[in-house]
């Protein structure tokens, strides 16, 4: 239905869709202006929440960033120690291995003079020999005074050793189990041995436990106090010649004042490295007062026991054997704890960060986010404010222009138009000679060329169309006549024979199609039966099947021996091939039936096989027919031999031929009428009171209720002989 609004001339039409469109403009700059605030307070909401999420996620990032970076720092220092503890082994080994070789092999070395233990200042890297109690009471033996001298060149080698530990102090020394002690120090020391020497150093506890060991094993005493008061931790090895114990090599290490370089703040100000034992006890620690200083815990308290509960769950966590980091709190302050193994020699070490001084890098990085933030929302108020201002000034410069562009537009619009609408009124009047004479270089300049160009060529369509048309009907005539000349062919007079009862039927498709059927008598008891089907369509195919249905019947009229049905499939087939350029083919069935005995010699040319209903009972079993050889079809292959082969009807059985147009038959979805189907079919409906017209008539309702409103693309045709005794 018309809205009157829009009714009326074009310059009306015109004017009404302008102002439309300049409504429409107005409407979608609104909505344009609401969709901008919208956006602007979408932007601004979802970058302030931006802003705060990513500050969230860098504080974390910072914080997981550091504490992975406590637990390397904690596993490298860890490393590092153990790298100097098990180099402290190694060199106990060697020393112990030097021993045993000079004792074993002393025509090698020369007897060496070591300086006796000063009284005063003991000098770094010196070998001083001391002499139990006993030997300074009893006197030394000639046997240990040789074995002084020869043990005197292991100075050198220790010398060298402890050269080599600058970061930590340690005190390297030789305890014969004659009495003496060959004594060399990493560090100088003012009078810090003096008891020493009033000391037999065999009573040492790591003495007696190097004793009980094999060669090159290594024990670790306890922590215990030396003369000075220090913290110290003995190794020990046993010294073997030809393995008699003759004493034991030991290294003294201080606790106090080694691995500088592992006590090194490499995270912050704030950091505490420290190392315990297996029994929780602490080693050193690079606090100087607190719960972690040495002070603190001179005693030797079990930190799993500490009063902190904090502190003992998180030494007890350290002491599982695994790399880690957890929180603690130490002298009222909340750490983070970064922990490692050493497995040699079971310890463990430590390294903390003071929790405020690790967040306080990811506070600052998240403050400046959240400025940042800010300074974009404030940013996005001004750029949005301007934008709403532009647009507005735009929107009325637009609308102004608009309304006067539209109404010079309509003016310029009309005039051609009026003149290519008067135009076109002439040449529909049938004045196919006019021509549209427009010049306005645009759009209506290139309709009228166009319709100018559409005059030339109706005039030319027209003729052409006549021409057409006479041979569209022309064809049409010869098609329809090749259809009736294909119909009149077959036989439509059905035989009435006592022996035999028989019908065919064949429904053409829209296109002359090449099937075909035939049946006739050769005499009084032999009757032939025959059903084809061409390849193509149209007018070839047509012909090519009269070709095939004279060839056939006159080469079966002519044979006399009805029991060899092959030779005339073979001779039809060198017949339809001599001058078959096209290569066209014919797939028959041909059979003789014998009615006084009810035996049907058939051969068959690539044609599909029938289907024979058996009466067993009341209502015949219907099946397919079988052979071994599947044959060529007729009229392509020369000097090929098709086969014979013989089937026996009782009375009451009958035979159902067909093309393929009946299996192939399709519906609407593109299925196929199919071969089992056609044989359910027969079943149900192929009934021993039927005759063959009926059971015909039956088979072909049902591919028509199947095939509704579907065309049919190919012909369809069927044969049934029953033979009745």
């Not at 045993?100 to 003079?113: A, D, G, Q, T, V």
């Not at 014998?594 to 029938?610: F, K």
Request: charged share 25%; with cysteine.
């Amino acid at each position: 239905m018309k809205i009157k609004f829009f009714s009326g001339s074009i310059k009306h039409k015109l004017r009404v869709h302008i102002a439309f469109m300049v409504i429409l403009f107005i409407g979608i700059s609104v909505l344009a202006a609401l969709s901008l605030y919208d956006i602007r307070k979408g932007v601004l909401e979802h970058g302030q929440a931006m802003g705060d999420s990513t500050a969230q996620f860098t504080e974390q990032f910072i914080i997981d960033r550091t504490t992975k970076v406590l637990e390397y720092d904690a596993y490298e220092k860890s490393r590092i120690l153990e790298r100097e503890l098990s180099q402290l082994n190694v060199d106990l080994t060697i020393l112990s291995d030097v021993i045993s070789l000079i004792l074993e092999h002393p025509e090698n070395y020369k007897f060496r003079s070591i300086e006796p233990f000063p009284t005063g200042k003991v000098k770094e890297d010196t070998a001083y020999l001391i002499y139990s109690p006993e030997l300074r009471t009893k006197g030394v033996s000639p046997s240990a005074q040789n074995e002084i001298g020869l043990v005197g060149n292991l100075g050198d080698i220790m010398s060298i050793m402890s050269k080599r530990c600058e970061e930590i102090d340690i005190t390297c020394c030789f305890v014969s189990e004659k009495g003496y002690t060959l004594y060399i120090s990493s560090n100088d020391h003012n009078d810090s041995h003096k008891e020493d020497i009033n000391y037999d150093n065999r009573n040492r506890p790591w003495y007696k436990l190097a004793k009980e060991k094999k060669k090159d094993e290594t024990v670790a005493s306890d922590i215990y106090f030396d003369d000075a008061g220090n913290r110290v931790i003995s190794f020990a090895t046993p010294c073997y010649k030809n393995d008699e114990f003759v004493g034991v090599i030991g290294i003294v290490y201080k606790l106090e004042i080694s691995h500088s370089n592992i006590m090194k703040k490499t995270l912050g100000e704030g950091d505490i490295n420290f190392a315990i034992n297996n029994k929780g006890e602490l080693l050193f620690s690079s606090q100087n007062e607190g719960e972690l200083s040495l002070s603190y815990q001179k005693n030797g308290l079990d930190l799993r026991k500490s009063h902190n509960q904090s502190l003992s769950e998180a030494i007890k966590l350290m002491m599982t054997g695994k790399s880690g980091v957890t929180k603690v709190t130490v002298d009222n302050k909340e750490y983070y704890l970064g922990y490692a193994p050493l497995p040699t020699p079971d310890w463990y070490f430590a390294t903390l960060i003071n929790k405020e001084e690790m967040l306080e890098s990811a506070h600052v990085a998240k403050t400046e986010i959240l400025n940042q933030s800010d300074s974009f929302v404030s940013n996005m108020y001004t750029i949005f404010g301007e934008n709403i201002a532009i647009l507005t000034l735009l929107f009325i410069i637009i609308t102004v222009a608009s309304v006067f562009i539209s109404r010079r537009a309509a003016e310029q619009f009309l005039t051609p138009l009026a003149a290519l609408a008067n135009g076109v009124k002439e040449i529909a009047k049938g004045d196919l000679d006019k021509k549209l004479e427009i010049k306005t270089d645009d759009e209506l300049e290139y309709l009228a060329n166009c319709i100018n160009d559409m005059s030339t060529e109706l005039k030319t369509y027209m003729k052409n169309l006549s021409q057409a048309v006479a041979n569209e009907e022309r064809i049409s005539t010869e098609l329809e006549m090749a259809r009736d000349i294909q119909e009149g062919s077959l036989p439509h007079d059905f035989p009435k024979h006592d022996k035999v009862d028989l019908y065919a039927s064949m429904v053409a498709a829209k296109e002359v199609g090449g099937d075909f059927y035939d049946f006739y008598r050769l005499d009084e008891n032999h009757f032939v039966i025959t059903i084809a089907d061409v390849s193509g369509k149209g007018v070839p195919a047509a012909l090519f099947m009269m070709r095939s249905k004279t060839i056939l019947k006159n080469l079966t009229i002519m044979s006399q021996n009805y029991e060899d049905v092959a030779s005339i499939l073979n001779m039809t087939n060198e017949q339809l091939y001599e001058n078959n350029v096209e290569m066209m083919f014919v797939t028959i069935w041909l059979g003789i039936l014998d009615t006084r005995t009810g035996e049907l010699t058939y051969a068959n040319g690539g044609h599909n096989m029938p289907l024979i209903g058996k009466v067993e009972s009341s209502n015949p079993n219907w099946y397919y027919v079988t052979q071994e050889k599947v044959n060529h079809m007729v009229g392509i292959r020369p000097n090929y031999k098709f086969e014979t082969n013989k089937l026996t009807l009782n009375p009451g059985d009958m035979l159902f031929l067909y093309t393929d147009g009946v299996t192939e038959a399709m519906n609407e979805s593109g299925e196929l009428y199919s071969d089992e189907r056609l044989n359910d079919i027969l079943n149900q409906k192929g009934k021993d009171s039927l005759t063959a017209e009926e059971i015909l008539t039956a088979v072909g309702k049902d591919i028509e209720t199947f095939s509704a409103g579907a065309e049919q693309s190919d012909d369809i045709t069927m044969l049934g002989i029953k033979y009745l005794g």
